[in-house]
Nanobody
Framework: QVQPVESGGGLVQTGGSLRLSCTAS????????MGWYRQAPGKQRESVAVITSGGLRNYLDSVKGRFTISRDNAKNMVYLQMNSLEPEDTAVYYCNAYGLGKNYWGQGTQVTVSS
């Protein structure tokens, strides 16, 4: 079983940067598709960025050019570098691991961007 654990959220001003980290236990981490999702108050959870086991990346249109997802399989880590943050990026960010037909979610980390 894979248990993602996020860290790195916080409060930042508009235009600032944050890096989210996620560690996920499991010896087959490298085979999982990893992703970052977010949920703002009153809104549905949405996919922000995903990275496949082969390194292919996909991004939400509104974060393209500002956010970068990466993974380090040797450390069982996935990262989300967020630059040029906007108030609209304020949400709880969740790390997701998907593999063998199952989804695993972290507990979430709050990101707040002040205007």
């Amino acid at each position: 079983q894979v248990q993602p654990v996020e860290s790195g959220g916080g409060l930042v001003q508009t235009g600032g940067s944050l890096r989210l980290s996620c560690t996920a236990s499991g010896s087959i981490f490298s085979t999982y598709r990893m992703g970052w999702y977010r949920q703002a108050p009153g809104k549905q959870r949405e996919s922000v960025a995903v990275i496949t086991s082969g390194g292919l990346r996909n991004y939400l249109d509104s974060v393209k050019g500002r956010f970068t997802i990466s993974r380090d399989n040797a450390k069982n880590m996935v990262y989300l570098q967020m630059n040029s943050l906007e108030p609209e990026d304020t949400a709880v960010y969740y790390c997701n691991a998907y593999g063998l037909g199952k989804n695993y979610w972290g507990q979430g980390t709050q990101v707040t961007v002040s205007s």
